[in-house]
Nanobody, 118 residues
Framework: QVQLVESGGGLVQAGGSLRLSCAAS????????MVWFRQAPGKEREFVGT???????NLADSVKGRFTITRDNANNTVYLQMNSLKPEDSAVYYC????????????WGQGTQVTVSS
């Protein structure tokens, strides 16, 4: 069983930066695909980006050039570095994980709030 804990959210002015962390328990973290989603009030959950075990990342067009995802397999942590933040980036950010060969995101963190003021 994998447990995920996000941290690093907060209030930041537009143009600022935040780094979110998602710490995972479990010895097989390095093989998991990790994903970041976000959800703003009244809106559907939105894909932000993924990190595969080999380090390959994929980011949504809305955040490309501003956000990066990195992972530290030795410390079972994936990071979401967010730069040039905009008010529309305000949301609860969630990390999730799925094991290789599976299609469902079976493991979720509790979420961390990011608020970007204009």
């Amino acid at each position: 069983q994998v447990q995920l804990v996000e941290s690093g959210g907060g209030l930041v002015q537009a143009g600022g930066s935040l780094r979110l962390s998602c710490a995972a328990s479990g010895r097989t973290f390095s093989s998991y695909v990790m994903v970041w989603f976000r959800q703003a009030p009244g809106k559907e959950r939105e894909f932000v980006g993924t990190s595969r075990s080999g380090g390959t990342t994929n980011l949504a067009d809305s955040v490309k050039g501003r956000f990066t995802i990195t992972r530290d397999n030795a410390n079972n942590t994936v990071y979401l570095q967010m730069n040039s933040l905009k008010p529309e980036d305000s949301a609860v950010y969630y990390c999730a994980a799925r094991a290789p060969g599976f299609t469902a995101w079976d493991h979720w963190g509790q979420g961390t709030q990011v608020t970007v003021s204009s």
